[in-house]
């Protein structure tokens, strides 16, 4: 084989990570992304995760190696430390795309796909004698890519995916292990949203439904029961505050620091790197640093309220073992 085609062929198995905004784009936006201590276990996008204090845990996914290979390990990342450490792996059925919340010290994972069915089981993992419990399986039909939360002591779980677009909502009352069916989210149908809580007030954003990306926002009040339908995060209104938003996509990550959300990466077409930031207080975002990592879906987040970590994640067939957090008062030193 001559030398340049021996260039060409390495150049075509090379991954495709797009961005959605250039470096000059970036100089004068807030927020520097940072590298810590790469995740110990295989590379994998489709993971679920939750947070419990000062730790984040990182449960089962897809690593793309043959063509079932769903993962039941479980990790956890110490924030303090910056350690992974791997725990009891989920006793379930391997899955991927499930999804997981945390309430009183305590995770909660269930649905997903294992690569034939679409599941409902329902487990507790409890981090004091790092054991899982199965708990009530979930009353919905199974499904995969739903949207979760926990709020105010109980655990939802919604939409998602089962052959049809989902929209269907359900609480889970750990206290007497009772799942109860609630008002779907307004809106459209949705697979790959993503979710994110301040001050006990749930939101939801994204995601897809036949093919169009969902631009409606909504916030669940557990108080009330009621979902409220916020600005949508497009460019949908005739004011100029939502002129440059571009913060429609699915498989987004999100969390919270310091009473703003965040959301980075997902997808819309292609994998996604821009970051925007959400400030309840007057429902609009604004951009922040793009994530410095390779642009990616399906990535999994963890945050304790104060600091927010990105980890996996893949673009294409490519997984990731990297984990970022962000700072999001600084600037990237880079682009000074």
């Not at 479980?74 to 499930?98: C, H, V």
């Not at 036949?210 to 029961?225: A, C, L, Q, R, V």
């Amino acid at each position: 084989m001559t030398h340049k085609r021996l260039f060409a062929l390495l150049i075509a198995l090379l991954p495709v990570f797009v961005s959605s905004c250039s470096d000059d784009d970036d100089d004068d936006l807030i927020g520097n992304w940072v590298r810590t201590s790469d995740f110990d276990g295989l590379a994998r996008g489709e993971a679920s995760c939750f947070s419990i204090g000062n730790k984040g845990y990182l449960v089962c996914g897809y690593d793309g190696s043959k063509s079932n290979a769903r993962l039941s390990d479980l990790w956890e990342y110490d924030m303090t430390t910056d350690a992974w450490t791997q725990k009891a792996s989920f006793p379930g059925i391997a899955r991927s795309n499930a999804t997981a919340f945390a309430i009183d010290g305590k995770g909660y994972f269930g649905t997903g796909y294992d690569g034939e069915n679409k599941l409902n089981d329902f487990w507790e993992y409890d981090p004091a004698t790092n054991t899982w419990t199965q708990k009530a399986d979930f009353p919905g039909v199974g499904r995969y890519s739903a949207v979760s939360f926990g709020v105010s002591g109980k655990g939802y779980i919604g939409a998602g995916y089962d052959g049809n677009y989902l929209k269907d909502f359900y609480s889970f009352d750990p206290a007497n292990n009772t799942w109860t069916q609630i008002i779907s989210i307004g809106g459209s149908k949705r697979m790959g949203a993503s979710s994110f809580v301040i001050d006990n007030i749930a939101y939801v954003c994204g995601g897809v439904n036949n093919g169009e990306y969902i631009s409606d926002f909504w916030k669940f009040d557990p108080s009330t029961g009621q979902w409220t339908q916020l600005r949508d995060i497009a460019n949908t209104s005739d004011e100029d505050y939502d002129d440059d938003y571009s913060i429609v996509r699915m498989n987004a990550s999100t969390f919270v620091i310091d009473g703003a959300a965040y959301l980075t990466c997902g997808e819309s077409g292609n994998v996604r790197n821009d970051t925007w930031k959400y400030n309840p207080s007057t429902d609009l975002w604004e951009e922040v640093h793009a994530f410095k990592g390779s642009a990616r879906t399906v990535a999994v987040s963890f945050s304790n309220g104060t600091r927010g970590f990105i980890a996996t994640g893949k673009s294409g067939t490519y997984r990731f073992d990297d984990i970022w957090e962000l700072h999001p008062y600084d600037y990237d030193p880079d682009d000074e």
